[in-house]
């Protein structure tokens, strides 16, 4: 595997995070990471978009999370950030790592902004669609913080809907018929 040291980082790092965070560790790497860095990277053959800045954004897109969930309104940026330390000691070319910090600080649904590069697109994408992928582990992880039923079932359609609405058209496109089930049984 290409970048298998990131991997591990990551895997390793989110045991962590479940440890306080999610009722089972390896759910967060299980349900949300490997899946957003496996539709990133569909995405980006999809596309035609750069797969090594896709696969490497994907890879960090919530590392500062796993660090420490207190960063969540500002993990794209300080990911961004954690992202251009590790692979500038790795020589990675500074053009790659602003690629890479670009597709990390636009990944967010709460923070619309404009993507300008299809590798943008493809790392956003598949983190939204990760959630509607995944609204079991959503639910759960809820729960197990203590939310109530009603406070669960709101948090989980917000960020359903934001995840769709975020997508760009030609995955909303892909993902319609499973968003419009979703919102039809669960909610």
Known sequence: MKYEKYYKLIEEQSKIFDKTQNCQIGQTWKYHLLPVIQNACMLADKYGADKDVVEVSAIFHDYADLL????????????????EGILSEDNFPQEFINKVKLCIKNHRASVVKEKFSIEEICVADADAISHLDNVVELICWRAYLGEDIMTCNNFVKKKI?????????????????????IMKILF
């Open 68 to 83: 420490d969930f207190a960063n969540r309104d500002n993990h794209h940026i300080l990911g961004a950030e954690l992202a």
């Open 161 to 181: 809907e934001k995840s769709y609405a975020k997508m760009s058209n030609e995955t909303k496109d892909l993902m319609k018929e499973k968003y419009e089930s």
